[in-house]
């Protein structure tokens, strides 16, 4: 499951080969076959391992830390694009320009994830427009930080992008 990741974010699904990874794992192509029932099944697991870690583990993870809505959105956003994940989501994301079953899952999640940001803005801001403005800016920032290229004059682009993150976390005044 890792080696078809890895290979999802390095290079798209094409890049997901059942004798590519089987050389990669030290196994026989047979072997493979003894773990999936064929490139769709193992395609279809990844997108499922991927959704079970960037959106169900985060959630459970969130809800049994606790704390407010905005470091549980902070909380959210460090787990389901951290750097481990990111490259993964990317990826997922440039295969449902081409797929529309992966498109149609991607639609599901990213639902569940703006549904979740909607829940918690809404725990500090009452006017509904608002709430849906901060949960769609949020999660594109969140999603395009990555691609950020310009400088951030007498910051750094870490400093930058959290700034602009407690920005949008603000409580109204």
């Known amino acids: 499951m890792e080696a078809g990741l890895t290979a ?9 080969r059942i004798e590519t990874l089987a050389a990669e794992l030290g196994v026989t192509k047979g072997g493979f076959y003894g773990y999936f029932d064929g490139r769709a099944a193992l395609l279809e697991e990844m997108l ?3 959704e ?7 959630l459970a993870h969130i809800e049994a830390e606790g704390g407010d809505a905005a470091m549980r959105i902070r909380r959210a956003g460090e787990l389901t694009f951290s750097e481990e994940i990111y490259p993964i989501d990317l990826a997922i994301r440039a295969w449902a ?11 599901r999640i990213d639902t569940e994830r703006m549904d979740f940001l ?14 849906e403005a901060r949960s769609i800016l949020a999660y594109t920032f969140a999603i395009g930080r990555h691609f950020i290229a310009f400088d951030h004059p007498g910051r750094t682009r870490r400093e930058a992008v959290h700034l602009a993150g407690e920005h949008l976390l603000r409580p109204p005044q």
Not at 52 to 58: F, I, K, P, S, W
Not at 97 to 107: C, G, S
């Open 48 to 50: 499922d391992e991927w």
């Open 8 to 16: 999802l974010a390095r290079g798209g699904p094409d890049a997901v």
């Open 52 to 58: 079970l870690r960037c959106t169900q583990a985060v």
């Open 118 to 131: 909607r829940a918690m803005f809404s725990a500090f801001i009452t006017d509904p427009d608002e709430v």
């Open 97 to 107: 320009r081409h797929d529309e079953a992966v498109a149609a899952r991607l639609r």
